[in-house]
C-alpha cells in the first residue's frame, strides 16, 4: 500500500469512527479504498481549485499520527476551522463519501429554498459498501449477504461493525 | 492476519512451517535448503489421487496477499480435481496402482459419489444405503444392462445402475443450454460419503425429517479434529457425436432421462448415450472455511471470451460464423429437451480466466501430459476458486468471497458478471440456501429437494 493510501485509509479512519481494518482489510476483494482515493484527489482538486490541497490534508495526517495523538485529537485538529474553509468541507465531503458511497455536491440556498447536498452515488461497489448500512446494523435495500430470517435475530453488535470498541 | 487460519505454510523455497487453524501453531518444523531457483521454471505439480484437506499457503509474499492466497486456492482446486478424477477400485477408494488418465475405460473417484436423484426420494423415503442400488426412473427400466457397451460403462457406487442424466435447466431456472448438434446440455450434482452420512443421519432427505431436526445444517468438518469433510459436485455434460470428438472428451455412458416434472410438455424416456464432460463444480467444507471452497472447471474448448480474439474455429456452445447470433441468451419457450433440434446457445465468457489461473492450467497440463501421454485430462481447465477472505466475519456470513464473481459457462451460462445480487457468486448464492422449513442448509440447495 502507498503511503499515500496509508494516510488515506489512516485519515478516514479517525474521520469516521471505523477501524482501518474495517475500511481497507488485508485482505480485500471489494477495494473500495482504491476507487475513493483517487476521486477524493481529483475532485478536490477541481472544486477547491488547489491541486496540492489532498496532499497538505494528507501530509497533515501523517505527521499528527506520527505525533501520537488520540484519534480523538487527531480529528479535532483536522476539523478545525483554522485550517481554512476548504480544507475541512474536502474532509467533512470525505466523511460524506465513505458514509453515503457518494460524493457530495453543496447547492448554495435559493430564494425560496434552503441550502442543500445532493449525492450522486459514485458506483454499485460503493453504493454496498457505505458505512451507513454498517452503522445501522443493516444492510442495502437490494443487497443483502444475511440468511434466511436474519431479521428474526439479534444484529451483531455496532462494535463489530465499525471495528472499534 | 486472517490468513492465519489457513492450515499451513510452505514457503515455494526456503524453509517450510505449519499453522493450523485460528492460532499460530507450530507442529514440525522442517528445515529444507534453501534454494534459489531464480527465474527457472517453476517444478511441474505433483499428481495424487489424495483429495487436500486445507490449502497450502505459500511464501513468500510474507504476509500472503490476496493474489498469493488466490494462487494456493487455486492449487487446492487443481488438486481436488485431480483426486477426484482419479481412476477408483470398485468401492470407490482411488486406486493407487494407476494415475489420472491412465485407463479411460475405469471409473474415476467422484462416479462413487451419490445423484441427487437418489436421496431424495418420492414421499420422502429412506434412500438405499451408501453402496446400494437405487430404482431408476420408470422408462430406464427398459434399458437391459446387457446390451450397454462393453468396458464403456461407468458405474455408479450402486455398482448395477448407470448415471442417470435427469436434469437438462440447470441452475437457476435460467434457461437450458443448447450445444452445437442442437441438444440439451445435461447436468447432475452428486455428494461424497461424508455429506450423504450426515444427511441420512439426521434424516434430511425428508420434509418430516427436517422438521425434527429443526436446526441449521452443519455439514461436516464442524470440529477441528473432523477426518471428514463434505464435498459435492455438479458436472454439465453434452451428448457425443456430430460436432463433438469422444476423443476429447472424458466420456460416460449415461442414462438420459427427459424428466417431465422439469417443464410442462415434456414427455418423459430414457435412452442410453454416450455423453461427454464439459463443466465440473466441486463445493468442498473445510474447516477452515465454513463457507466452503467452490472450484470450477471447464472443457478448454467450451467458449472465448468476450473482448479477447475468437482464437478457435470451432468451441463446443460458441459458432464464430454466427455473427447475428445473441450472446448469453436462453432459448425462446417452451423449453423440451426430448426435441430433436434446437437452436444452439452462443455462449461467450463474461470474466475472462487470470493469467495466474492460465498458468497454473499450463503447469497442470504438463503434468497430466508427462504422467500420461495425450491425457484427456489436458482438456480441462480450472476457471477460478472463489473463498472466504474473512471466514469469520461476524458480520458477514458470506465471509467476504474472493473473487467477488465466479461463474461456470455450462452452469451460471445466464448469470455471469459483476453485478451483486444478480450475477454469480457461488458463495452468495448458497448462503441462501435453506431446508424445506427455512432452516440454513449450510451452503446447499439440495435439501431443498426433500419431499
Redesign the interface.
Known sequence: MSSDMQNFIGLSAVLTGFNQEILA??????DIKSEYLPLFESKIAQESGDPQLVQQILLKYASLAAGGGTEQEIGTAMLDPSNGANWVLACRKLIYTWYAGAWPTLIPPGPSKPASTVGDVIS?ESY?AGLVW?VMQSHPM????????YWATKP?SLS??TGNP | ???KHRVFLSPRKGTAWWLTCGFLAVLTAQAIAATDTGNAPPPAPALSWNIPTNITVTTPPS?P??DS?QHDFDVFSWQTFVALNWPANADGSPNTNMTIGQDTNEPVVWESYRESRTIFLPGGDKPADWGQNSPLPPQCDKIDAKHLPPGTLRLTQVGKTPNVLDESGEPFKTGPLIDQNGKYARFSILTNQAMFNYIVNNQLYSKKGQQDFNADADFPPTKEDSQEQAIMIKTSWVEMGGKYDPSKFFTTWALVYDNPAEEPGVKPSCTLKQVGLVGFHIGHKTISDPQWIWSTFEHVDNVPTVNQPISKAEYNFFNPACKDCQVNEPPPRPWNPGNEYTQPTQVERVIAITDDANQLNAEYHQALNAAVPGSVWQNYELVSTQWP??AKS?????G?????FLANTTLETYIQGH???TSSSCI?CH??A?QTN?K?SDFTYLLQRAQ
Open positions: 482489510p488485508e485482505l480485500d476483494p471489494v454499485a454496498t454498517q437490494g443487497d443483502s449477504n444475511y440468511r434466511y430470517g451483531a463489530d461493525y | 492476519m486472517k490468513a504476509p496477499t490476496l492466497l477472505t474473512n461476524k458480520t458477514d456470513p458470506t467476504v468471497p474472493a473473487p467477488s453485478v451483486k445480487q452468495a448462503n441462501n435453506t427455512g440454513f
